[in-house]
């Protein structure tokens, strides 16, 4: 079946460090990817997706691109920000009318 | 803008106490879902409803049922709480059934805690 992988985490950075949060996924035919964030508190939300090779999901200085041939869909951002703590869900869609598959979630801490 | 609005946020409860989940959300969507989410297993599915008049089991659906009462609200039942399901419980809805578009507008969670 579907599967999401992500990496072991916590991570914490400092403030304007660059970040990547690695992401890979197994899945027959051609799924649609998401990031999705919790910040403290809070339900999750809809950070960025992709739903074909070889497209760029960006959001809030957030970017994933989606690569068929390594099966990953890694979040980077040039400059964290302490705002940016978080946990990060990497999850795909197999297709119409199929659920959502998550990753474990990995915790981001920034220092000021 | 309330969106997805669940109640109670916090609840303690004994073995073998029953309670409810209510889950209501006022955007006009078909899909709606009850997750789970412990330390280190992330999110995981317990029941999905993709329609007013249909539930369907997730990927941990023992112990728990559904209501999909109308269009608007999804309610989670534990019959007979155990500590394996002190955790906290999001409801979720989209327009759709999952699929391509993928955005699910999520709760704040309720935190169960099962003595």
């Known amino acids: 079946g579907d599967s999401v992988t992500q990496m072991e985490g916590p991570v914490t950075l400092s403030e304007e460090a660059f970040l990547t949060i690695n992401c890979t996924y197994t899945a027959t035919g051609y799924p649609s990817l998401f990031w999705y964030v919790q910040y403290p508190g809070e339900g999750l939300q809809l950070l960025l997706k992709a739903t074909k090779a070889d497209d760029k999901g960006s959001n809030k200085g957030f970017e994933a691109t989606y690569r068929k041939e390594t099966t990953s869909f890694h979040l980077e951002k040039g400059s964290v920000q302490v705002s940016d703590s978080a946990v990060y869900f990497c999850a795909l869609s197999g297709g119409a009318n199929s659920k959502l598959t998550f990753g474990k979630g990995i915790t981001l801490s920034v220092r000021p | 803008n309330a969106g997805v609005t669940q109640t109670p946020k916090f609840q303690v409860l004994k073995t073998g106490q029953s309670m409810t989940l209510q889950c209501a959300q006022d955007?006009?969507?078909?899909?709606m879902y009850w997750y789970r989410q412990d330390p280190g297993m992330g999110l995981r599915l317990i029941y999905y409803?993709?329609?007013?008049?249909?539930?369907d089991k997730g990927e941990v659906p023992n112990g728990y049922n559904v209501s999909r009462l109308n269009k608007r609200e999804f309610s989670l039942r534990l019959e007979s709480a155990a500590p394996s399901q002190t955790s906290v419980y999001f409801c979720?809805?989209?327009?759709?059934?999952?699929?391509?578009?993928?955005?699910?507008?999520f709760g704040e969670g309720s935190r169960l805690t099962v003595l």
């Open positions: 955007m006009n969507h078909n899909s």
């Open positions: 409803s993709a329609s007013e008049g249909t539930t």
């Open positions: 979720a809805s989209s327009e759709y059934s999952g699929g391509i578009t993928g955005e699910l507008f």
